[in-house]
T-cell receptor, first 115, second 114 residues
Framework: EDKVVQSPLSLVVHEGDTVTLNCSYEVTNFRSLLWYKQEKKAPTFLFMLTSSGIEKKSGRLSSILDKKELFSILNITATQTGDSAVYLCAVDRPLSAGANSKLTFGKGITLSVRP | ETGVTQSPTHLIKTRGQQVTLRCSSQSGHNTVSWYQQALGQGPQFIFQYYREEENGRGNFPPRFSGLQFPNYSSELNVNALELDDSALYLC?????????????FGPGTRLTVL
């Protein structure tokens, strides 16, 4: 059975701090790993990672994948109160019935950034 | 904003009733996946529709069923509602071309079963 474990489950930091969010996985036929940010309802897409060791970056957020050790990290530098959200990690593998993607999510990491 | 819309936003039902949730996919997308997100949990895969056919299913009973229409919009139907069905129901649309495709989520429908 596919498994995605995120840690820590919750985190409280102050504005300006740097945070590292962790995601480990066990998935058959791994295709990619995705990070989403969920503030109220809709998870919004952050990154898709398919290759080991290649950092993806968007502003203050960056992420990297290690396919040998089966984990990914999401870094947020100079945190702001607007970064407060649940961060979801998901792994993608093909559905048995076809080539389309099935996502398996972790429980999410609740990040609270205090002013 | 992803262009994926869902209706209704909120819904309250009682045990044993039936419910239909709707999702309009983003323009150009041909695949809709449905997820159930219980409080404090990550989304769990219910099933996926591709070109109007169910393409795969998670560990959900047959009382969870769906449809996809020619315009790629989709419905999720749940019969004989149980208290544990209370959750946020998310749909995600994507363009599937045989590789890893990014799924874009709608705002969800919050279902409460009393």
């Amino acid at each position: 059975e596919d498994k995605v474990v995120q840690s820590p489950l919750s985190l409280v930091v102050h504005e300006g701090d740097t945070v590292t969010l962790n995601c480990s996985y066990e998935v058959t036929n791994f295709r990619s790993l995705l990070w989403y940010k969920q503030e109220k309802k809709a998870p919004t897409f952050l990154f898709m990672l398919t290759s080991s060791g290649i950092e993806k970056k968007s502003g203050r957020l960056s992420s990297i994948l290690d396919k040998k050790e089966l984990f990914s990290i999401l870094n947020i530098t100079a945190t702001q109160t607007g970064d407060s959200a649940v961060y979801l990690c998901a792994v993608d593998r093909p559905l048995s019935a076809g080539a389309n993607s099935k996502l398996t999510f972790g429980k999410g990491i609740t990040l609270s950034v205090r002013p | 904003e992803t262009g994926v819309t869902q209706s209704p936003t909120h819904l309250i039902k009682t045990r044993g009733q039936q419910v239909t949730l709707r999702c309009s996919s983003q323009s150009g997308h041909n695949t809709v996946s449905w997820y159930q997100q219980a409080l404090g949990q990550g989304p769990q895969f219910i099933f996926q529709y591709y070109r109007e056919e169910e393409n795969g299913r998670g560990n959900f009973p047959p009382r969870f069923s769906g449809l996809q229409f020619p315009n790629y919009s989709s419905e999720l139907n749940v019969n004989a509602l149980e208290l544990d069905d209370s959750a946020l129901y998310l749909c995600a649309s994507s363009f599937s071309a045989g590789g890893s495709d990014t799924q874009y989520f709608g705002p969800g429908t919050r279902l409460t079963v009393l």
